[in-house]
């Protein structure tokens, strides 16, 4: 009934929020392939897919050398803002998304719910 508090460490504590991770993690995996070792290999490949695509942008693009560094806000100045801004943005953010959502949803198949 009554237990004894054990301490907990920041070693206990990342194995503890690790253990759930690992889990959903192997099931998600399960999900797109029924072997294990093939489904780890195939997100392997997608990685590198993914990492040789983003290093070819950077190349043509011409920004191999130079970091990112935010060349957007260069100019932003904090005096000419406005709290309405970020509220407006989210805002609009969250009606394009439902109205995404509208769109998929009517021209969904029932075959992308199928396992294959």
Request: hydrophobic share 50%.
């Given at each position: 009934?009554?237990?004894a508090?054990?301490?907990?460490?920041?070693?206990?504590?990342?194995?503890?929020?690790?253990?759930?991770?690992?889990?959903?993690?192997?099931r998600?995996?399960?999900?797109?392939?029924?072997?294990?070792?093939?489904?780890?290999?195939?997100?392997?490949?997608?990685?590198?897919?993914?990492?040789?695509?983003?290093?070819?942008?950077?190349?043509?693009?011409?920004?191999?050398?130079?970091?990112?560094?935010?060349?957007?806000?260069?100019?932003?100045?904090l005096?000419?803002s406005?709290?309405?801004?970020p509220?407006?943005l989210?805002?609009?953010?969250?009606?394009?998304g439902?109205?995404?959502?509208?769109?998929?949803?009517?021209?969904?198949?029932?075959?992308?719910?199928?396992k294959?």
């Open positions: 009934m009554f237990q508090a054990i301490p907990q460490t920041s070693l206990r504590s990342a194995i503890r929020l690790a253990d759930p991770i690992h889990h959903a993690t192997l998600s995996l399960r999900k797109t392939h029924s072997h294990a070792v093939i489904g780890q290999l195939r997100n392997i490949l997608q990685l590198m897919i993914f990492v040789l695509g983003a290093y070819v942008m950077f190349h043509v693009v011409g920004r191999r050398a130079n970091a990112i560094r935010g060349d957007a806000f260069v100019n932003y100045n005096h000419f406005n709290i309405a801004y509220f407006w989210s805002v609009w953010l969250v009606l394009v439902f109205l995404g959502k509208k769109f998929t949803r009517k021209r969904s198949s029932i075959s992308w719910e199928a294959r």
